[in-house]
């Protein structure tokens, strides 16, 4: 992903209350300062924190400072946490044409097909409990495909401040489960129908 010094990338996540949605983009954010990005801005959360149900959070990251505070209305990336959120949230509302859309699903990259948008999936539920988590701890993992689409920071910045937040509470299996995903994600062009990439 291209993006010049003054432009800000606006990345939506969409996972369920307790899956760590927050977490994750906190992780993003400290890795792009560490970066060298000047600017990273998380938006308030959105929609009941109930657990299980859906909850957006947003980041903002930019080489410069970012003075626009307000939550995104118009993402570049969405990521998502649990494929099933695709029945019950539009996802893809203000996506950008051409944008990312990156899914924890057990299907392959090829059935979850938006029209004019890359979609990059991996199966980060498996690939978490193979890396030491318990099953259902997804955010960390997610942050690898993420990393995979997006070449923003650089896979072993992430796993580094993966284990710097996790401190004490599994590192080395949350930073193993962001490289575990990172290299089991298929992107799939949606925009015009091309193969997946392994």
Wanted: aromatic share 6%.
């Amino acid at each position: 992903m291209q993006k010049t010094n003054d432009q800000i990338i606006q990345i939506r996540w969409h996972g369920r209350g307790g899956q760590g949605a927050i977490t994750a983009a906190k992780v993003v954010a400290e890795a792009a300062f560490r970066s060298g990005y000047g600017g990273a801005v998380m938006a308030p959360t959105f929609g009941t924190e109930r657990r299980g149900a859906p909850v957006t959070t947003s980041l903002k990251i930019s080489r410069s400072k970012i003075y626009d505070l307000s939550p995104i209305t118009t993402p570049d990336i969405v990521v998502v946490l649990d494929h099933m959120i695709l029945h019950e949230v539009d996802v893809t509302a203000g996506l950008k044409p051409g944008g990312w859309i990156i899914m924890n699903s057990p299907r392959p990259a090829e059935e979850h097909a938006f029209p004019g948008y890359r979609t990059a999936v991996a199966n980060a539920t498996r690939l978490g409990v193979e890396a030491g988590l318990r099953k259902g701890v997804v955010n960390t993992g997610i942050i690898g495909a993420l990393e995979r689409a997006s070449g923003l920071v650089g896979i072993d910045r992430l796993a580094e401040t993966i284990a710097a937040e996790f401190a004490g509470r599994n590192p080395e299996a949350n930073a193993l489960a962001a490289r575990l995903v990172y290299d089991a994600t298929l992107i799939y062009d949606n925009q015009t129908g091309g193969s997946p990439d392994a």
